[in-house]
Nanobody
Framework: QVQLVESGGGLVQPGGSLKLSCAAS?????????MGWYRQAPGKQRELVAA???????NYADSVKGRFTISRDNAKKTVYLQMNNLKPEDTAVYYC??????????????WGQGTQVTVSS
């Protein structure tokens, strides 16, 4: 069994910063391809925020370009999301996602449990 564990959410004032982390762990052998962050605000669909491939290529939602930075540490099997200049519209539950090959089950999409980010004065 493999799991993704997120940390780093919380309450922050507009203009502030937060850094989210998501670590993959498990007892079985696995490899990770693309990792990403999604978010879901109340009453809205889950949307992609940022993604990073195993070789470091990134893509971002237009709404976060220039403010958020995604990175990963392959040795630690961890993905990060540095969020700067946060706005109230960034308020959402943020979910970590990973495209992984888990032995012997095969390739699948995995999700973290979600972490709340609230931007408010």
């Amino acid at each position: 069994q493999v799991q993704l564990v997120e940390s780093g959410g919380g309450l922050v004032q507009p203009g502030g910063s937060l850094k989210l982390s998501c670590a993959a762990s498990g007892r079985t052998s696995f490899s990770i391809d693309t990792m990403g962050w999604y978010r879901q605000a109340p009453g809205k669909q889950r949307e992609l925020v940022a993604a990073i491939t195993s070789d470091g290529s990134t893509n971002y939602a237009d709404s976060v370009k220039g403010r958020f930075t995604i990175s990963r540490d392959n040795a630690k099997k961890t993905v990060y999301l540095q969020m700067n200049n946060l706005k109230p519209e960034d308020t959402a539950v943020y979910y970590c996602n990973a495209d992984m090959y888990v032995w012997p089950a095969g390739r699948n999409d995995y999700w973290g449990q979600g972490t709340q980010v609230t931007v408010s004065s």
